[in-house]
């Protein structure tokens, strides 16, 4: 069982930055893939970024690449996604997912564990 708890959301101009970190407990943090997904009122819950257990693999949806940036600290069992040049289209609730493997996906499918998920807004 790993359980995921999420930080960093909040209120943002547009063109600003946030940081999101997930904690998460158990002992082989670095055996599960991690995801950082996001869902907007009325939509589906999309993969934005995701890393591999090591950490040397990474996914980013089209529309956050070269804006967002995961990285996963195994020392420290956390994950983070660094968002910058945030846009009003950002605004979601966005979790935090580990999945039982070391390679990423994007499909929320493959994630087993969510956290319970961190409002970010950013206003134009």
């Known amino acids: 069982q790993v359980q995921l708890l999420e930080s960093g959301g909040g209120l943002v101009q547009a063109g600003g930055s946030l940081r999101l970190s997930c904690a998460a407990s158990g002992r082989t943090f670095s055996s599960y893939a991690m995801g950082w997904f996001r869902q907007a009122p009325g939509k589906e819950r999309t993969c934005v970024a995701a890393?591999?257990?090591?950490?040397?693999?990474?996914y980013y949806a089209d529309s956050v690449k070269g804006r967002f940036t995961i990285s996963r600290d195994n020392a420290k069992n956390t994950v983070f996604l660094q968002m910058n040049s945030l846009k009003p289209e950002d605004s979601a609730v966005y979790y935090c997912?580990?999945?039982?493997?070391?390679?990423?996906?994007?499909?929320?499918?493959?994630?087993?564990?969510w956290g319970q998920g961190t409002q970010v807004t950013v206003s134009s």
């Open positions: 997912a580990a999945r039982v493997g070391p390679l990423p996906r994007r499909l929320q499918n493959e994630y087993v564990y």
């Open positions: 890393i591999s257990g090591s950490g040397s693999i990474t």
